[in-house]
């Protein structure tokens, strides 16, 4: 059983920062791609970063490109999410999720099979 859990959300000002952070058990982490995907109340779940197993692919979305910053540590199974220059439209929950292959490959909901429950961000102006 895959068991992935988000931690570290919560309410920030515009401007502000925060850092996720996501564990994930039942599988090879640094094996198992990752990424951070977020729904705002009303819209559909949308991608906002991705990393490889190794760590060494990266992808960010458009709208959090320069702002957010998707990193792994492997010694410690920990996924991160530094998220600066917060808006309120950044205001949503983020999920983390994972898949048991090293290749980030496409940075889409459907790729991912194994979901976190989410954990709720509030940028308030």
């Known amino acids: 059983q895959v068991d992935v859990v988000e931690s570290g959300g919560g309410p920030v000002q515009t401007g502000g920062s925060l850092r996720l952070s996501c564990t994930a058990s039942?599988?090879?982490?640094?094996?198992?791609?990752m990424g951070w995907f977020r729904q705002a109340p009303g819209k559909e779940r949308e991608a906002v970063a991705c990393i490889s197993g190794s760590g060494l692919g990266l992808y960010h979305a458009p709208s959090v490109k320069g702002r957010f910053a998707i990193s792994r540590d492997n010694a410690k199974n920990i996924l991160y999410l530094q998220m600066s220059s917060l808006e309120p439209e950044d205001t949503a929950i983020y999920y983390c999720a994972a898949r048991s292959e090293a290749g980030y490959g496409r940075c889409e909901v459907a790729w991912y099979p194994f979901w976190g429950q989410g954990t709720q961000v509030t940028v308030s102006s």
């Open positions: 039942g599988l090879s982490f640094e094996d198992s791609a």
